[in-house]
């Protein structure tokens, strides 16, 4: 069997139509049409039928689909042993903005000039969002918060740095202690459904403040621009906050460990797993820089 027209037909599979998985492809549709005959024809089943303006999967089709992610990944893994120990082949890397911002670029510095095979597609998103993409098998690692569960077998972690929760406040705003600042001025407070918020609400929780809030939102970028303009306090994880060009912050460590954030790689076990060490080892060595 012609291991490419499997992989042709789950990204037909996948895009719903042949012109769709024929761009990502970036084959002719009828290349992409031929395939999928001639692997019906192996099969002695037809795998997918027309619906409206697109294609589905019969049942034949969704059972073979269910096959191929298993067979289309022990045959990377045999390409990457028969490279000798060079890691080889593509890496999907999620990214939750502060790393992305920190961690990532010495780190794709480094696999550039030590894994020149492997190929690494990097994709930002929010903790939640990238996990979702991991048990989706759209990704094989990403840079999260530490998931505040247990992971599945079928998932490994590493921690790579902890980030102390710090408060963050304009610096003429009149107060020593992170709770006197806390109530000296309107918080912009983390998404509380998002993993970061979870820790922060904790914080507030344990020490009884209820501090008025001003806004509340997922993007911490955001929120040290805003308060470093004088719009309010924060309390965010301290992943390298600076304050924007031309203005001031006030940073205060809340001093507790235990709200610390953990940063890491959650990955796959399986044939990418290799190619996610490399990454990993990458990371860990731009940290010591």
């Known amino acids: 069997m012609n291991t490419r027209f ?3 037909f789950r990204a037909v599979a996948e895009a719903g139509s042949l012109a769709a998985a024929a761009r990502r492809l ?3 549709n009828a290349s992409v049409s031929e395939q999928i005959r001639a692997l019906e024809r192996e099969l002695n089943a037809t795998l997918l039928i027309r619906r409206g303006r697109g294609l589905v999967l019969t049942n034949a089709g969704q059972a073979v689909l269910e096959a191929a992610g298993e067979v289309l990944a022990r ?3 045999l390409r990457h042993r028969a490279q000798l120990g060079q890691p080889s082949g593509m890496l999907r890397v999620g990214s939750i903005s502060t790393a992305l911002i920190t961690l990532m670029p010495a780190a794709l510095r480094l696999m550039a000039e030590r894994h020149p095979r492997i190929e690494l597609k990097v994709l930002p998103g929010t903790s939640t969002h990238l996990y ?3 048990e989706r098998g759209e990704l094989d690692c990403a840079l999260t918060v ?3 569960f247990d992971l599945p077998k079928s998932l490994g972690w590493r921690e790579l740095r902890r980030e102390p929760l710090t408060l963050i406040a304009p610096p003429w705003l009149e107060g020593q202690s992170v709770d006197e600042l806390l109530m000296a001025a309107p918080f912009i407070g983390m998404d509380r459904e ?3 918020g979870r820790i922060v609400n904790a914080f507030l929780k344990e020490r009884r403040l209820q501090p008025r809030e001003l806004f509340e939102l997922d993007a911490q970028e955001a929120v040290v621009i805003m308060v470093a303009q004088g719009l309010g306090t924060s309390l965010l994880p301290d992943w390298g906050i600076a304050a924007p060009a031309g203005l001031a912050l006030r940073k205060i460590p809340v001093g507790d460990w235990r709200y610390d954030r953990s940063l890491g790689l959650v990955s796959h076990r399986g044939p990418r797993e290799a190619l996610a060490e490399a990454f990993s080892s990458a990371l860990t ?5």
């Open 146 to 148: 530490r998931p505040h």
């Open 26 to 28: 970036n084959l002719a």
């Open 132 to 134: 979702a993409m991991l």
């Open 6 to 8: 499997l992989a042709t």
């Open 194 to 196: 998002a993993w970061t």
């Open 285 to 289: 060595q731009s940290l010591q820089k």
């Open 75 to 77: 045959v990377e893994d």
